[in-house]
């Protein structure tokens, strides 16, 4: 076991956290002696239960740490996992990084230790920051990054305020054809009607050359 133990030891992560309080000698150090992992890539809907049964089978896992929108308080698709000894932990990395869990293919490295404050996401949106740029489509971590979708609802508000306003336009009442009321006919001189034309009466005290217009 000891043999096999040897040959499992991993370097050390290439990921730097950038909040780590502390020098590169530090950093490094608390990497050299942790007994946690930060396990990436993770579905939004894959469930605490799913990853101990998962890492549990390498090690007695001591902790789970669900990575959570800042803003939502929703999973945002990572985790960190605290195992009780350095030699499972070292296990974990080499035995589960690139394996399949919820049908995606998760990413397990080496973590300096978790704190408060590091399951939240960094992202501006809330979640992790990788989520904010993906331009690809990913059911599984909420579809479209959050710039791209920002872009597709307003494309979508054009969309809609342009067909809004086209059916308004053709809300409008067509003057044309509206009907002629007593007071249309009156103000454009039509509705005074001449006694003469009417009134036979008047008809015979007409002159001459107003008859012969016929």
């Given at each position: 076991?000891?043999?096999?133990?040897?040959?499992?030891?991993?370097?050390?992560?290439?990921?730097?956290?950038?909040?780590?309080?502390?020098?590169?000698?530090?950093?490094?150090?608390?990497?050299?002696?942790?007994?946690?992992?930060?396990?990436?890539?993770?579905?939004?809907?894959?469930?605490?239960?799913?990853?101990?049964?998962?890492?549990?089978?390498?090690?007695?896992?001591?902790?789970?740490?669900?990575?959570?929108?800042?803003?939502?308080?929703?999973?945002?698709?990572?985790?960190?996992?605290?195992?009780?000894?350095?030699?499972?932990?070292?296990?974990?990395?080499?035995?589960?990084?690139?394996?399949?869990?919820?049908?995606?293919?998760?990413?397990?490295?080496?973590?300096?230790?978790?704190?408060?404050?590091?399951?939240?996401?960094?992202?501006?949106?809330?979640?992790?920051?990788?989520?904010?740029?993906?331009?690809?489509?990913?059911d599984g971590r909420g579809g479209y990054g959050?710039?791209?979708?920002?872009?597709?609802?307003?494309?979508?508000?054009?969309?809609?305020?342009?067909?809004?306003?086209?059916?308004?336009?053709?809300?409008?009442?067509?003057?044309?054809?509206?009907?002629?009321?007593?007071?249309?006919?009156?103000?454009?001189?039509?509705?005074?009607?001449?006694?003469?034309?009417?009134?036979?009466?008047?008809?015979?005290?007409?002159?001459?050359?107003?008859?012969?217009?016929?």
């Amino acid at each position: 076991m000891a043999r096999l133990y040897k040959s499992l030891q991993v370097g050390l992560s290439a990921y730097r956290d950038r909040r780590f309080d502390g020098s590169q000698d530090e950093y490094e150090d608390c990497l050299k002696d942790s007994t946690t992992v930060y396990v990436g890539n993770l579905s939004f809907y894959t469930t605490e239960e799913q990853i101990l049964d998962l890492f549990s089978r390498v090690g007695e896992v001591r902790r789970i740490v669900i990575g959570l929108d800042k803003q939502r308080l929703t999973p945002c698709g990572f985790c960190f996992v605290v195992f009780y000894t350095r030699q499972d932990t070292e296990i974990c990395v080499n035995l589960l990084g690139g394996s399949v869990l919820d049908e995606r293919p998760i990413r397990v490295d080496i973590d300096w230790g978790f704190q408060e404050g590091r399951q939240f996401g960094r992202g501006k949106s809330g979640g992790q920051v990788r989520d904010e740029y993906r331009t690809d489509y990913d059911d599984g971590r909420g579809g479209y990054g959050k710039i791209v979708q920002r872009e597709l609802e307003t494309q979508q508000m054009i969309i809609q305020a342009s067909a809004e306003g086209d059916a308004s336009i053709g809300d409008v009442p067509d003057s044309s054809n509206k009907k002629r009321g007593r007071g249309d006919d009156e103000s454009s001189g039509m509705g005074k009607r001449s006694r003469g034309n009417d009134n036979p009466r008047f008809r015979e005290g007409r002159d001459d050359d107003d008859d012969d217009r016929d």
